[in-house]
């Protein structure tokens, strides 16, 4: 067996907050050391709030607190196939709560949003952002997989993260980087997502997971051999200690999986 993922339980969501911008911060630095940019992935639901709250926090000045948005390359982990300004749209959150509010002196960040001229053929435009994909990270065939220096993530109710849904058959891709998704149980149905494969290989995986709504959830993913199979499960599996938890003390109350209570 593999070593275990970390969970970090803090007392409400302003610790997380703080301890989460540190993490980011820390895998931005090891992003531009290795190669002189920060490329992350991050999903929608209540993640870009609780980022926001991380990341727009006033900076100490030490290279440890120091965000520089210029060289971030921002990826959606998956996207509603929906007009950009439409409610539905992760990256009209994404704008809303973190891209709209940067300072100008933090720089600002390319983010790669879907290509709306494609919203009536999901399959054309999962193809179309996988080619997003490989224009940054190389060709597809000089490179298996892209690897993201962090992929953000949340966990719903049922298990899913990004598009992923539990027993779906998106589980089972193994060629693509990102896939097409017409089915969804949660609407809207019409979906593009990151692969499972692309989402274990990030140099860094993060979810976070709030409120006592997901209690019953995580003890299913950390504790049960039954959650081992859900796509968050899959995603511990896969990413074994290259995987943290961030939760508050709400969402993991009576958890037995081993929590801390910082980085």
């Not at 990341?55 to 982990?77: N, R, V």
Request: proline residues 7%; glycine residues 8%; aromatic residues 8%.
């Amino acid at each position: 067996m593999g070593k275990q993922p970390n969970l970090y339980a803090f007392e409400n969501i302003d610790h997380l907050a703080k301890s989460l911008r540190t993490y980011v911060i820390h895998s931005q630095n090891a992003g531009f050391e290795r190669h002189g940019i920060f490329k992350v992935a991050v999903s929608g639901g209540s993640l870009p709030n609780t980022l926001a709250k991380a990341l727009l926090a006033p900076s100490d000045g030490s290279p440890g607190d120091t965000i520089d948005f210029s060289k971030w390359e921002i990826f959606f982990a998956d996207e509603r196939a929906v007009p950009l300004d439409h409610s539905d749209s992760n990256y009209k959150l994404l704008k809303d709560e973190l891209l709209d509010k940067i300072p100008e002196q933090l720089g600002q960040p390319k983010v790669h949003p879907i290509d709306v001229q494609y919203l009536n053929d999901t399959q054309e435009m999962a193809d179309q952002y996988q080619q997003e994909l490989m224009a940054s990270f190389a060709a597809k065939d000089s490179v298996k997989l892209p690897i993201f220096d962090l992929i953000l993530l949340g966990c719903g109710p049922d298990g899913h993260t990004c598009s992923l849904f539990p027993n779906h058959e998106m589980l089972r891709e193994s060629d693509a980087w990102v896939g097409a998704v017409d089915d969804s149980p949660k609407p809207p149905p019409r979906r593009i997502t990151l692969t499972l494969p692309v989402v274990t290989h990030g140099l860094k995986i993060a979810f976070v997971a709030t409120g006592e709504g997901k209690q019953g959830i995580m003890r299913e993913i950390l504790d049960t051999e039954e959650g081992r199979s859900l796509p968050c499960g899959l995603v511990n599996e896969g990413g074994q200690e290259r995987v943290s938890w961030f939760t508050d003390s709400k969402a993991v109350q009576g958890v037995a999986f081993p929590q801390r209570g910082s980085l």
